[in-house]
């Protein structure tokens, strides 16, 4: 009898919900064959099975939490039938403690062996006893998850004294972000956002409830806590575009077969690059608790890509080395597994500043959420023709809408203009543009 044990993600990734599950008792597996579909706070992926055999059982259900060496399913190597009982195996008794105890059910605290450890499984469901510091006082482990802890390490917070007002009096993003603009201390009760019970919207007509998704979820709660901590100012421009997309089009009508299509975002990112290096503090994040400002030495850019399963910003590492080609064809391929689900959490970390792009949609402005822990965002709008007066005489142009979000606490606003100045000038003149990138 083989026993299969979710393997370690990432790091830092504990946890992860079964998505989807690809295989049922009774069938025969290969070595590498995809099992599950497992979906973290970022990411969508594939969990192949490293044995081969005959599956006895399936230790979760779609929609379990799941932790890093819980068993996921039993199976029997070909040619194995019957071993497991002779080694003194029970099937039926296989990974079943922590398997409910990764689950969350108060019933695992029932069928643990005598002397066994069950603090794992009730940490989701143990509500916080009373008084300020609930997790201070007792010896349970804090319950909150990876993106959480993380944060709260970012930000210096000290779990222990913060009131999770989550499930079970779990710990979520906005209690750390409640908590750091306390200085790192329990944010008081009185402080706490108190969201109102919503009517029972049934009553005045038919509706449909539709359950999030953890990538939607996770991304919820990353922006609710980006736009409480930082205080966010959008400058807006135009750039005119007229030429550098003429010379655009030019280049992918030409461009020989199997070459990666040249878009407006890819030249985007290297004109931001170069608006980095000489604006340094668009590159950094801020270290509230030590107050200082981390400047990045690298140059690696977050692009937005629409989903069906949500918003996910792949990141493009060291820009500044790679030519607009290049660019353009990392693009197509981050985008292309944005879209299956098949991106790494490795592809989705790391960025510095990040870019969306809303021009194949339409509109004129808006303003992007800051990335947290970045300091700034560029928003794209549609490109449209408007009439501008040069050297006294009207001519149509192309003009680009920009919309630039930035951390008030590290940009001023005369930076902030001058950094889209800057970037408004490159794609004016296109020659200034391949100089200087």
């Not at 071993?83 to 922590?98: F, H, I, R, Y």
């Not at 980095?276 to 692009?303: C, R």
């Amino acid at each position: 009898m083989l026993e299969f044990k979710l393997p370690q993600l990432a790091e830092g990734v504990d946890t992860a919900d079964v998505a989807e599950i690809h295989v049922a008792p009774g069938d025969t597996i290969e070595a590498g064959q995809v099992v599950l579909e497992l979906e973290t706070d970022k990411a969508v992926m594939e969990l192949p099975s490293p044995h081969a055999g005959k599956i006895d059982k399936l230790l979760v259900k779609k929609g379990d939490t799941v932790r890093v060496g819980q068993p996921i399913l039993t199976l029997t190597a070909v040619g194995d039938a019957g071993s497991s009982e002779s080694n003194g195996v029970k099937p039926a008794d296989a990974g079943l403690t922590e398997t409910k105890a990764a689950t969350g059910t108060a019933a695992a605290a029932k069928t643990a062996p005598a002397g066994a450890s069950v603090s794992g499984a009730v940490t989701a469901t143990v509500p916080p006893p009373a008084g300020s510091n609930p997790w201070a006082e007792v010896h349970l482990p804090i319950p909150a998850g990876p993106a959480t802890r993380r944060l709260a390490r970012e930000l210096g917070v000290d779990l222990r004294q913060v009131r999770g007002t989550g499930a079970g009096g779990r710990i979520t993003a906005e209690d750390v972000a409640r908590a750091f603009a306390g200085n790192g201390a329990a944010a008081p009760a009185a402080a706490a956002v108190t969201v109102p019970p919503l009517p029972d919207f049934s009553q005045f007509g038919p509706i449909q409830r539709q359950p999030y998704s953890r990538l939607q979820k996770t991304a919820a709660n990353n922006l609710a806590l980006a736009w409480q901590i930082i205080p966010h100012v959008t400058q807006h421009d135009l750039a005119d575009i007229t030429d550098i997309e003429a010379a655009r089009k030019r280049f992918v009508e030409h461009a020989g077969p199997g070459a990666p299509k040249v878009t407006m975002t890819a030249i985007t990112m290297k004109a931001v690059v170069a608006c980095l290096q000489q604006f340094p503090q668009f590159n950094s994040s801020y270290d509230a608790a030590k107050g200082e400002l981390i400047l990045k030495q690298y140059y690696h850019l977050g692009v937005a890509v629409d989903t069906p399963t949500g918003l996910v910003v792949p990141v493009i590492r060291n820009v500044d080395q790679k030519s607009v080609v290049q660019l353009a064809h990392e693009l197509t391929a981050v985008a292309e597994k944005a879209r299956n689900g098949k991106l790494s959490l490795e592809e989705m970390r790391g960025g510095t500043f990040t870019i969306t792009n809303l021009g194949g949609i339409g509109g004129t402005a808006f303003t992007p959420i800051v990335n947290y822990p970045e300091v700034a965002i560029l928003g794209m709008s549609r490109s449209q023709k408007q009439l501008q007066l040069i050297d006294g005489q009207l001519r149509e142009r192309l003009m680009l809408p920009f919309s630039l979000s930035y951390d008030h606490r590290v940009i001023n606003g005369a930076d902030a203009a001058r950094f889209l100045v800057r970037l408004a000038s490159m794609f004016a003149d296109p020659f200034r543009l391949l100089v200087e990138c």
